[in-house]
């Protein structure tokens, strides 16, 4: 913008800007169904708090569940928060 003197400067450089963005979020969509795979399963996003659990015993359950569905690296559940009472997996 600053580069620019006029707004007829302006519109090229804005237009190759937009497609520069699209071809970027292009690129991360092809990268995403590169590591995750291309299954129609994902489903949304989701997270649930856990009251009473201790966080080792998350962990162990996790790595249970893990092994016994054999989830790839990138399918499986973690835990994002650690309070006193709960945990967010």
């Given at each position: 913008v600053s580069c620019s003197r006029s707004l007829s400067e302006l519109l090229p450089i804005a237009v190759q800007t937009v497609l520069i963005a699209f071809r970027l979020g292009?690129?991360?969509?092809?990268?995403?169904?590169?590591?995750?795979?291309?299954?129609d399963d994902r489903g949304d996003p989701w997270s649930t708090i856990v009251w009473g659990l201790d966080p080792q015993q998350a962990r162990d359950q996790i790595e249970v569940f893990c092994q016994t569905t054999n989830a790839p690296q990138t399918r499986r559940p973690w835990i994002?928060?650690?309070?006193k009472n709960a945990i967010t997996l």
């Open positions: 292009l690129c991360a969509l092809e990268m995403r169904d590169r590591v995750d795979g291309c299954s994002s928060c650690i309070s």
